[in-house]
């Protein structure tokens, strides 16, 4: 059964290897099976090992291929909401070639056509990831879900398919660096989920680092909720009232006991309480004050270099509303319609 819905399939890389062909293959055959009209958009995130004879004989060879290639490397969810930009699908799949396994791709169709708008996958396990990851992971989704009351889903990864409707939506609720796992979340389409398995033959080409994870852990905390700062804040007030009691203290001895030793060590544990205090204060707020002027210079997210195309076309055949044999009598091919006589 042929669909008559577009699907475009969006797939970010950064100096991928061996599996891009492979990827291309596998999940343009799988589309042409099902569907007449298909595009498959890879997004290259600032690769510097992908040269360009291997990206003409992936568009020469394939049909309906797409390049947007970015002028530096940007993340993977930046590289996605470039794709998102560019994609005329009806329905838009987003994954990671090289973890994520193409064959899901009907799966995730079937749902949306269904009725669920968004439709996010999520990894069954954690257990190739390493332990530092698995540990903060789990440390920040229950942080986020029970303090921040965030409703982002454990384990879920860059698969999903959106219908036209939310692609739209994320168009409007798109600002600063607001990630994309919460963009799909805050916009109140009901989502459906799909456990999966990731390859583990291979890797994606956008493994995170610990600092790469530790930052996207900052940026959907920091931009969804300013409980950080009112946790520090309400430290600060601890500390002052700290003070203010010590302070009351010392006028007490000072009146009731005639001599007082000197307090040096006292005085300096003081000043040093109040000035970490007060720095770690700047600090989180010297944070806030960066991410709002980011916001407020409204930057773009990303910076298009080029895009290229398949040199081979999907269907030539003529689609004229009528065919010749069709025309009235008086209706040559190819000449303007006769005038009514009244004229």
């Known amino acids: 059964m042929t669909h008559e819905s577009f699907i475009s399939v ?5 100096d991928p290897g061996s599996f891009l062909e492979s990827f291309v293959e596998t999940t343009g055959a799988l589309l042409a099976h099902a569907h007449q009209y298909y595009e498959i958009i890879i997004v290259d995130d600032g690769s510097t090992l992908l040269d360009a004879a291997r990206i003409r004989r992936l568009l020469a ?5 797409r390049l947007l290639r970015l002028s530096r490397r940007f993340g993977e969810e930046q590289a996605i909401l470039a794709g998102l930009d560019v994609a005329l699908g009806d329905y838009v799949v987003t994954l990671s070639p090289g973890a994520d396994p193409p064959e899901l791709i009907p799966q995730f169709l079937a749902a949306a056509r269904n009725g669920a708008d968004v439709v996010l996958g999520v ?63 805050y916009m109140g389409f009901a989502p459906q989920f799909i456990a999966y398995e990731q390859v583990g033959a291979t890797r ?28 520090v804040a309400g430290v600060g007030l601890a500390a002052a009232l700290l003070n203010l009691c010590y302070a009351a203290y010392v006028l007490i001895v000072y009146l009731v006991r005639r001599e007082v030793a000197p307090g040096w060590a006292t005085l300096s544990l003081t000043s040093a309480a109040q000035f970490f205090a007060l720095t770690l204060m700047v600090a989180v707020l010297c944070e806030y004050v960066g991410r709002l002027s980011t916001r407020l210079q409204d930057a773009p997210l990303f910076y298009v270099r080029g895009e290229e195309t398949s040199t081979i076309m999907l269907d030539t055949r003529r689609r004229n509303v009528v065919s010749d044999a069709e025309l009235p009598m008086n209706v040559v091919p190819g000449r303007p319609l006769p005038r009514p006589a009244s004229e």
Not at 10 to 14: E, K, L, Y
Not at 154 to 175: D, E, F, V
Not at 212 to 226: F, L, Q, R, W
């Open 10 to 14: 969006i797939a970010p890389v950064h």
């Open 61 to 65: 060879e394939h049909p309906n291929i």
């Open 123 to 185: 990894r069954m396990s954690r257990a190739r990831d390493p332990w530092w990851l698995r540990g903060g992971a789990a440390l920040f989704y229950g942080y986020i879900r029970r303090v921040l009351k965030l409703d982002i889903p454990a384990n879920a990864t860059h698969y999903r398919c959106l219908s036209r409707q939310a692609i739209h939506a994320l168009a409007q609720l798109r600002r600063g660096s607001m990630r994309l796992r919460v963009f799909t979340t």
């Open 204 to 231: 994606s080409s956008h493994s995170r680092t610990p600092g790469e994870a530790v930052g996207t852990a900052m940026a959907i905390v920091m931009d969804n909720s300013p409980h950080p700062l009112r946790l």
